[in-house]
């Protein structure tokens, strides 16, 4: 409506929706070394992500072949938990140059 009386309306401003951190899927990358056995991969992805054995030995198979793989997507918060799990699992006891856990990436 406009003439006597009327206000204007107001100028919105427009801003640029950017997506939130948290918006997924959120992937978390195990990437391939030479200090850590199928074992250790196996076993870490069975408790890290409890993953029955033969999905995991099927991870464990990606990684070494293909150098990577991904063990889990999904959103933020749960994704970092697998993540740092991985990072905080420890050396491969059966490896005397295992001297720390894989290396695992969060991307998305």
């Not at 009327?6 to 200090?35: C, H, N």
């Not at 408790?47 to 793989?69: G, I, L, N, S, Y």
């Not at 990072?87 to 295992?98: A, E, I, T, V």
Request: charged fraction near 30%; proline fraction near 6%; aromatic fraction near 10%.
């Amino acid at each position: 409506m406009t003439g006597a009386g009327a206000s204007q309306p107001s100028i919105l401003e427009e801003t640029e929706v950017r997506p939130r951190r948290s918006d997924g899927p959120w992937k978390v990358v195990l990437w391939d070394d030479d200090f850590h056995t199928y074992e250790y991969v196996i076993e870490m992805l069975m408790d890290v992500c409890q993953m029955p054995w033969e999905k995991a030995f099927q991870h464990a198979v990606e990684v070494d072949t293909r150098k990577k793989t991904i063990v889990f997507s999904g959103e933020l918060e749960h994704a970092e938990f697998v993540h740092e799990r991985i990072l905080n699992y420890g050396p491969d006891p059966r490896m005397g140059s295992s001297k720390g856990s894989m290396t695992a990436t969060l991307e998305q």
